[in-house]
Structures are given as C-alpha cells and as structure tokens.
C-alpha cells in the first residue's frame, strides 16, 4: 500500500511526485475571524440545527455532514466492492449481492471529531465546528463480518483498511479518503456496510450506494463511498490514518489516534432567537429544558447535570432503551426568573468520564467535549 493509501493502489504521495498545492501544507494556528477558507469548508458541511436534537432519529436532510473532497459521482448498476490483500479469496460484489447477505438496523449517534474545533484557542484552521457536528440515524446493513468472512482473511491478516471512491489532496499528499480498523474491530456485528439511512438509500452526500458504520467511534471511522477494503499484515499507512485523526500537544508529537467518542451532551436552545446573533428570548415562569447526552463505544451515561448560572442539579434522563450505540434525551425544569442566564449541561458516564469545563487542547481541534454555554435572556 503505498502512503496515501490510494484505492487504485497508484501514485499518492511518493516521494518526488510534484505538490500542485504547496504551502498549502503549512497551516498555522489562528485566533479571531474567520478566514473566506473556513467559511468555504462550513458552507459545503452542514451541522445539525440544534432544535433539531429533538429528534431521537435525526431526519436525514438534518443529519450533520463532514464531506472532505468532493460527492463522487456513483453508478449503482456498476458500482462494485472489492476485497483484497491477506484474504484466501478475493471478493468482488455489487449492490445487490451485499444487500442479499443478513441485513440489520442499528441506532447509532455519529459525531465528527473535530466538532468544537471553533470553540480550541488559538485554532487550528480547518473544518469550524462550534457544536453542530453530531446526529443520529437508523443505518440499514450487512455486518461488514459477513463479507470478510466470504473473503476469508489469511493468518497473517491484522488490519483492514477501507477506502472510498473519493480523492484529493491534504497537507501536500495526494490520496482516496481511507481509514482502518484492527481486525478484531473489524470483525464486531456492530459494524456495518450499510446501504441505507432512516429506511431510505443513502443519499449523495452520506455515501452513496454503500459505507462503513462504525458506531461509537467519531465519525471519520465510518468511510463513506466505498470502494476497496484491503485486509493487512500491518497498520495502514493512510494519510487519514496515519496523519490525521491524531491528539497532538505539538507539532512532531507522534500523538494518540483519535478512536471512539468523548462523553458529550447538548441543549436544545430556549424560547426565541435574534436573527443574527443567535441569543435567546425566553419568556419568564416555567421552561423544559431538553437535549441529549451520549458517550462513544456503547458506554452508557449515568447522569446529566443542568447549571443555571452555575449552580448545578439533576436533570432527568429519559428510559435508557435498547439503543446502546445512540444518545439519550434528558430533560429539566426550569422556573426562568427574569434578567440574564448561563444555562450549561454536562453528562457522565457508568465508567466515569465526565465533560470538563475547558476544552483538552490539541493541534488538529480534535474531541473538544467541553461543556456548553447559553446565554438567555428572560424577559
Ligand atoms: N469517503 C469518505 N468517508 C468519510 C468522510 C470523507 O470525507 N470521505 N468523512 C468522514 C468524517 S470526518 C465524518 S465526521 C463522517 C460524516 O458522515 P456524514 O457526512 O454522513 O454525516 O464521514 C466520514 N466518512
Ligand atoms: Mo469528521
């Protein structure tokens, strides 16, 4: 494989090949307004409107998207999936032989690692997520282990890489959107090949005709459009492997690879907004406060706690269900007095993780679970 992880296993990033974009690469820390880059990249992915956290399953036209090249452009009739590498028997299947094997429906909440990128100072200049990047939806599929298992992975088979029909260029290397997973992880029901959202095909933009599903992991996991899986005797070398999706402290710190997600919660803002700026008008006596909490690799959240002004209490969680791979709503009521008010929420897990209330700084804005602040006024 070469670096870059290119699907048709050619050209990406050898050393020697030409950077049409350099300078590009060296992207340095910023404070303050936002750059016409910045605003380009938030105009092509949408978050979720945050009202819209009251839906248990997002629907699809509001479900967060985080695209990095372009929507490639995807026959259904032609499209096939390949699987290759340190497998007995390589595999080679259309839509409808993957739509024929078990199919199954999980819940799961996706979130994108860089949400809260915005909210990192100074910040890294790249996707500018305050709080929205997060969603859930009921993915339809086969798991992925079915299709492996048909492909038959060898004994010195460790790794599996996936890599979509989308390319283009970052930091200078050229490459197919790719991403890997251990072959145990790999190898969980969990994960899924899915081929449909909320009961209806994937859309363009969320991976049409077919993507991985990795529940509990931040959102990178879960390579849309694919194209190839690739079963290795080592790790990938990918670039959104091997140098994206990393906590680093600096630069040349090798870093942690960003996995599964950070416990989280949010609020459905209150009453009113101002056009512009967003602030809130909430009308003074009783008000339900309600967002949702979730946590990655199927951990469940034992409490939400609601801060008015910074005095913190109970909020009420919502029937836990059978959804482990899904947030949970929580609710709070709230006698809104008139003036200004700071309402903030903050969840924990069984396991004990819990939302700190300063971001955990890193180079790339990556896992920011800091907790979030409204302003209200009530009138
Ligand atoms: N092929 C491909 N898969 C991808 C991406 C991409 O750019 N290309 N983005 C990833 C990231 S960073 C996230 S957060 C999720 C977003 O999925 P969604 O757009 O369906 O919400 O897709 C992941 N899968
Ligand atoms: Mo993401």
Not at 138 to 146: D, H, P
């Amino acid at each position: 494989m070469q670096r870059g992880g290119g699907a048709d296993g050619a050209r990406s990033g050898d050393a020697g090949v030409e950077d049409p974009f350099s300078g590009a690469g060296a992207r340095t820390h910023v404070e303050g307004d936002f750059s016409r880059e910045e605003v380009s990249l938030a105009n092509r992915n949408s978050g979720i409107p945050l009202e819209a956290l009251r839906y248990e399953v997002t629907p699809p036209g509001l479900h967060y998207l985080l695209s990095h090249f372009d929507i490639p452009d995807v026959d259904a009739a032609n499209w096939r999936l390949a699987v290759g590498g340190c497998v007995g028997n390589e595999q080679s299947v259309s839509l409808a032989d993957v739509m024929q094997m078990p199919a199954r429906t999980l819940r799961v909440t996706l979130e994108c690692a860089g949400n809260g990128r915005a909210g990192m100072s100074p910040r890294y200049p790249s996707m500018p997520w305050l709080s929205e990047a997060v969603s859930t939806a009921e993915w339809t599929g086969t798991s992925l282990r079915n299709l492996l298992e048909r492909a038959a992975p060898t004994a010195w088979a460790k790794h599996v890489a996936f890599l979509g029909l989308d390319r283009g260029f970052d930091r200078g290397i050229e490459h197919h959107y790719g991403r890997s997973l251990d072959l145990e992880q790999a190898m969980s029901d969990d994960v899924l090949l899915a081929w449909a959202m909320n009961g209806a095909p994937l859309l363009p933009q969320h991976g049409f005709p077919c993507r991985l599903i990795v529940p509990g992991w931040y959102g990178m996991a879960s390579v849309k459009w694919l194209a190839r899986i690739d079963v290795l005797d080592r790790p990938f070398d990918g670039f959104q492997q091997a140098v994206g999706y990393h906590y680093r402290k600096h630069a040349g710190d090798p870093g942690v690879p960003v996995t599964t997600m950070r416990v989280r919660s949010l609020m459905v803002p209150p009453g009113i907004p101002d056009w512009y700026t967003r602030r809130r008008l909430v009308e003074a006596g009783p008000v339900t406060l309600r967002g949702r909490a979730w946590a990655g690799a199927g951990v469940a959240i034992e409490r939400v706690e609601v801060g008015v002004d910074g005095r913190w209490s109970a909020a009420q969680l919502a029937p836990a269900g059978t959804h482990r791979f899904a947030w949970r709503g929580w609710s709070f009521d709230w006698l809104a007095e008139p003036g200004e008010h700071r309402l903030q929420c903050r969840a924990h897990t069984v396991d004990g993780q819990v939302q700190p209330m300063i971001p955990d700084w890193n180079t790339a804005g990556m896992g920011n679970n800091a907790v979030q602040t409204l302003h209200v006024n009530v009138r």
